[in-house]
């Protein structure tokens, strides 16, 4: 499942997401949530995660909540049961001799080992509060390992049996002890539900199972009374069963010991009370199946990101030369490859990958179009082959070749009956032919031979050898144009020094096709610039900008700042610190998520990349191992 930022969220946008959980409730007969806190190394970093995973007979995603196929991680076996042990500071209430140093007393918790030496001790909640407030269950990420949560629809008519039968048993209780407060609750709280149920309101079984695990005693204990301690502040019982934790520890609900059969707690409650535990919450961006970008610079988070968990695949990177753009698109390339092995097709203006491309994409061929070998770039073949349409063909060329107005409606005919550039000039009168005379002779490399084809692994078109600047434009567009097209399964597209292309409107044209066809075809567009000013000045760039699921902003001149300020929204406190921002430091704007981050390059990835190690990043190199980044 993919989560949200819960509380960053406006009233309506949590209005929304309640009642697409309450609508996935309603609809499951039984349902499963489960929440994992992972650790992960991989890039040189040592790194937490988590994932929440839905076992239910109906697919989430027909309720509008985003989720995708996928096992839930082994769980270490349970080898026995112990009673581990730790010393904790004494309660501050109780008297301390200052001579004798600090007190403490000695913890026993009932837990157990696992088969990996590590430690678990399982609760379940017993109770809660009449009141809680919404998605409240996030709150135990991270203090617990593992959430599961179970809910298991009552049948109305089963509702409708028990219920009156249960209000006279406890009426008549509370006949007996009139003033017990805990009696009148529960009957006020069934006397709702059968309110809610004559309203057709549905009514759950609901079980909560938590799990904390560490790797010595003495950490299991500290976790566990955190927990413990986070729970009493919200008023919800933790009841946790000296021999009972095997079979809790393997989600077992009902099961039978020595001496008497054990019913886990089950709390019967209705859709809207379990607002509370709306579970696909997380105010950190740690997506799954994402790769590790950096890490949140307030809170030391990880910052796991998935291009293709968003509602479109395009990626935008704004930053002044020596922010750390370059470095941050080289760390989201080597990634993305090496999490998914897609392939990656890079446009490459100044040649900035070509030169690390046997180390940035081992295998991925670079493709020199600076020396006059024929690229097969022509857009009335392009225009054939359905890649651009006529409108697109004949705007490039105008706009390439200053044609005027007057002859567009000639060039129109001569496109589509031609099959080639060089068909229109030879059908051309002697007007139109002087215009087109560049295409046909400095510009004959550019669409001379056949489109690109066969590069399965990627590649790295370098046009860093074209001198002329029109040309180097044109080529780039028409060549991100062609693989969007082209390309039918996921991969990643880069289009570097993207404010080289404002200036010609056609051409920004065909990239925001390529932002607009991407989620279509699987293609994950990574569009980089320098100069939003001048990208956002065109209206197909304000487009790419705007519409873009993932922003990274890196640091800025006040003259970019003043572009990005309105289309993005920034507050005086982000334009503040991006202004001022290291190497690598910016605002993350990912759909919900508005994040100050730091890109995070590996020892490794310094030494592959930066001709200056720690120039880009601001940060000092030279660690050893792994660097652990905690929550």
Do not use: C
């Not at 293609?523 to 065109?538: C, E, G, I």
Request: hydrophobic letters at 45%.
């Amino acid at each position: 499942m993919y989560p949200e930022p819960f509380t960053a969220l406006g009233e309506k946008d949590r209005a929304k997401l309640l009642a697409r959980w309450m609508s996935l409730l309603n609809a499951s007969p039984w349902l499963h949530v489960a929440f994992y806190l992972l650790h992960e190394a991989a890039w040189g970093f040592e790194f937490p995660r988590f994932a929440i995973y839905v076992r239910t007979p109906v697919d989430p995603s027909d309720f509008g909540l985003r989720a995708e196929p996928s096992e839930p991680p082994r769980r270490p076996r349970p080898v026995e049961t112990v009673v581990v042990r730790s010393d904790v500071p004494a309660p501050s209430d109780e008297d301390v001799d200052e001579a004798a140093g600090p007190r403490t007393r000695r913890v026993l918790m009932p837990a157990l080992r696992l088969e990996d030496g590590s430690y678990a001790r399982v609760y379940v909640i017993a109770k809660l509060p009449a009141v809680l407030p919404e998605a409240v269950v996030s709150e135990f990420y991270g203090a617990a390992t593992e959430v599961h949560m179970f809910f298991q629809r009552i049948e109305p008519r089963e509702a409708a049996r028990k219920l009156p039968g249960m209000i006279r048993r406890l009426e008549a209780l509370l006949a007996m002890d009139p003033s017990n407060q805990e009696l009148q609750r529960r009957i006020a709280k069934l006397r709702m539900l059968e309110q809610l149920q004559a309203e057709i309101a549905s009514l759950f079984r609901f079980t909560a199972i938590l799990v904390v695990r560490a790797s010595s005693e003495e950490e299991l204990v500290e976790r566990s009374l955190d927990l413990e301690s986070l729970a009493a502040s919200r008023r919800i019982e933790l009841y946790a069963p000296r021999y009972l934790q095997e079979p809790l520890y393997m989600l077992k609900r009902s099961f039978t010991t020595v001496f008497r059969h054990w019913l886990v707690p089950r709390l019967v409650t209705d859709t809207i009370s379990l607002q509370a535990f709306y579970p696909f919450v997380s105010e950190e961006l740690m997506m799954p199946g994402g790769f590790l970008l950096g890490r949140n610079a307030d809170t030391g988070a990880p910052i796991i990101l998935n291009p293709y968990g968003f509602h479109n695949y395009n990626v935008v990177v704004i930053g002044d030369s020596g922010s750390g753009k370059s470095m941050t698109a080289k760390v989201y390339i080597r990634r993305y490859r090496e999490a998914y092995g897609h392939p990656v097709y890079i446009v490459d203006p100044e040649g900035e990958y070509s030169k690390i491309a046997d180390v940035l994409l081992p295998g991925v061929p670079v493709i020199d179009l600076g020396g006059g070998r024929p690229a097969g770039l022509d857009p009335v073949m392009l225009a054939k082959m359905e890649v651009l349409d006529t409108r697109q063909a004949v705007a490039i060329l105008r706009e390439m070749y200053g044609i005027p107005k007057e002859l567009e409606g000639t060039l129109v005919k001569l496109v589509m009956r031609s099959s080639s550039i060089f068909e229109v000039y030879r059908e051309a009168g002697e007007e139109l032919r002087r215009w087109l005379e560049k295409a046909v002779s400095l510009d004959r490399w550019v669409y001379e031979g056949q489109p690109p084809r066969g590069m399965r692994s990627g590649a790295v078109f370098d046009l860093s050898a074209v001198r002329d600047r029109e040309t180097k434009v044109l080529a780039g567009a028409l060549i991100a144009s062609l693989l969007s097209r082209l390309l039918e399964k996921r991969s990643l597209l880069v289009v570097d020094e993207g404010w080289m292309f404002s200036q010609y409107p056609a051409v920004m044209q065909l990239l925001a096709a390529v932002a607009r066809l991407g989620r279509k075809r699987g293609v994950n567009f990574l569009f980089l610039t320098q100069r939003p000013q001048d990208v956002l000045a065109s209206e197909h760039g304000r487009t790419i900008v705007e519409n873009a699921a993932v922003a990274l902003l890196l640091r800025m001149n006040p003259v970019a700042l003043d572009a990005v300020r309105e289309v993005l929204k920034l507050s005086d406190q982000e334009e503040a610190f991006l202004l001022d921002a290291r190497p690598g430091h910016g605002i993350l704007r990912a759909e919900n998520w508005r994040l100050r981050v730091y890109v995070m390059p590996s020892e490794e990835e310094l030494q592959l990349f930066s001709t200056t190690p720690g120039a880009e990043t601001g940060e000092p190199v030279g660690l050893t191992g792994l660097e652990e980044v905690e929550v």
